[in-house]
């Protein structure tokens, strides 16, 4: 939910897999990004992490250039 509304607030597309109860696609998300827990952020194919990890990239003023945004 708060990655959500981050992401929205910077005005980026992003689009939302749900893996709930889709063993295969919570597999591929975990063997991908090296965690286990929801939701797993990524970013051209670079796995950031939660929200905890995108918000920490957005105070440091990092986000942005990983989104691209100018």
């Given at each position: 939910?708060f ?6 607030q ?8 749900s ?17 286990n827990?929801?939701?797993q952020?990524?970013?051209n194919d670079?796995?950031?992490?939660g929200y905890?990890?995108i918000?920490?990239l957005?105070r ?7 989104l691209?945004?100018q």
């Open positions: 939910m990655a959500r509304k981050l992401l929205k910077k005005k980026v597309n992003f689009k939302e897999i893996v709930s109860w889709k063993r295969k696609l919570w597999d591929e998300m975990e063997r991908k990004s090296g965690r827990t929801v939701p952020i990524f970013i670079e796995p950031i992490g905890d990890d918000a920490a957005d440091k003023g990092e986000l942005d250039q990983k691209g945004i």
